[in-house]
C-alpha cells in the first residue's frame, strides 16, 4: 500500500489515548452513576475505542453496536449515511452514549442521534475518541471529545485507511515524506 513509503506522524501516542480514557471513563462514569447506562458503538471504526472506553467506566453498562456506512475507501463523505445495521438491543428508557472514532462533516453522528431519539431512550448523548470541528457540514457538538484535532486525514486505533491500518495501536498522519 502507498502510504507503506511515506513517513507517519504520530498525533495520539498509546500513552497519549490510554491517559485520556481514564479521564473520559471517569467522567462517564461520575455522570452515569445513578443512571442506566447503553454504550453503543459504531462500527467498524470505534471497536477498538469503544472498548478501550467501557473499559475506564465503572458503572454498570450495556454495550450495543450499530454499523452505518461512511467514507467507504475514499476520503471523502458521500453527504449521505444510511444504516447497514441497526441495535439489536431495545434501547427504551436507557441512557445511550453513542461512541464513535471521529467526527468530522457532523453528518454521520446526526444521523445516529436523530434515529436512536425515535426508540424513546431517556437519554441520548455522544462521545468520540477525536474531532474535527472545522469540517463540520452541519450543526454538532460531541458531548464527549478525546482529542479535538486539525483537518487531517487520520489513521490507526480503529480508523482506516482502505480498510487496512486499523489495528495500528495509535492515531497517525501520514506525511509527504518518503521514509
Ligand atoms: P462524518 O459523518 O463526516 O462526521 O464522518 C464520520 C465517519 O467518517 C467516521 O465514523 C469515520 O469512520 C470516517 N472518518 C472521518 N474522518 C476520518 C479520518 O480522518 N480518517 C479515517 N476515517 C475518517
Ligand atoms: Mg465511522
Redesign the pocket.
Known sequence: MDIEKKKWEILCSEDDIANRLKELGKEISDEYKDKNLMVIS?LK?SFIFAADLVRNISVPVKIGFMTTS??GHGKE?SGS?SMLADVTDDIKGYDVLVV??????????KYVLDHLKTKNPASVKSCVLLD?PSRRKVELIPDYVGFTIEDK???GYG??YGDYYRNVPYVFVVTDEDR
Request: hydrophobic residues 40%; proline residues 0%; without cysteine.
Open positions: 459504531l471504526g461512511s467514507y463523505t449515511v464513535d472514532d471521529i467526527t468530522d462533516s457532523g453528518l454521520t453522528m474535527k486525514f487520520v489513521v480508523l482506516n
